[in-house]
């Protein structure tokens, strides 16, 4: 947890940059805005400072920001300021270290166009025909895509989809 402490704002507080279900108006929000998950604050939004895939895979609809800078669009999401147990909660629905990876990040706040590091979630290990999907910049579940997600309280296995994005 050396990371945890080195960017830790006062009283043990974190910048998480969130773009997919967890953002207002989206599916799992609920996580972010349940009082006992934790302490969390919106920021405002931001857009990542490096181009990211950002992709809807899986049986479940699940967006996904793919590890590879570079490739696919600047995304854009909300900055929370969160405790450090709504990290961990954030931490238990991404399944980070395991599914999702969760590292730090530079962003660009839209309002005033400050830069910021962030903690983001990132698919590290992902099927590479996934790059061939249609690439987002700012992801919302009921959208002309066409693929909504599916929450988890309507799948039959919370673990067993792993294997449609990775090998």
């Keep these: 947890h050396f990371y945890k402490r080195l ?6 507080r974190f910048l998480v940059c969130v773009y997919g279900t967890l953002k207002r108006g989206e599916p799992n929000h609920h996580w972010l805005s349940s009082p006992e998950n934790g302490f969390q604050q919106f920021q405002g939004q931001a857009m990542t400072v490096n181009m990211f895939p ?3 895979a899986s049986r479940y609809n699940i967006p996904y920001l793919m590890d590879k800078a570079g490739v696919g669009n600047k995304i854009m999401g ?3 300021e969160v405790d450090d147990k709504m990290l961990g909660k954030l931490d238990e629905l991404e399944d980070h270290p395991r599914y999702y990876e969760r590292r730090l990040e530079q962003v660009t706040k839209v309002d005033s166009k400050e830069e910021m590091t962030c903690w983001i979630y990132l698919l ?3 099927k ?3 790059l061939s999907l249609p690439m987002l910049s700012n992801y919302k579940s009921d959208d002309d895509h066409g693929r909504p997600y599916v929450p988890r309280s309507e799948r039959e296995d919370l673990t067993n989809y792993y294997t449609d994005v990775q090998e």
């Design 7 to 12: 960017f830790a704002m006062s009283g043990s």
């Design 54 to 56: 950002l992709v809807i």
């Design 78 to 80: 909300e900055i929370y």
């Design 124 to 126: 590290k290990k992902y």
């Design 128 to 130: 590479e025909e996934m």
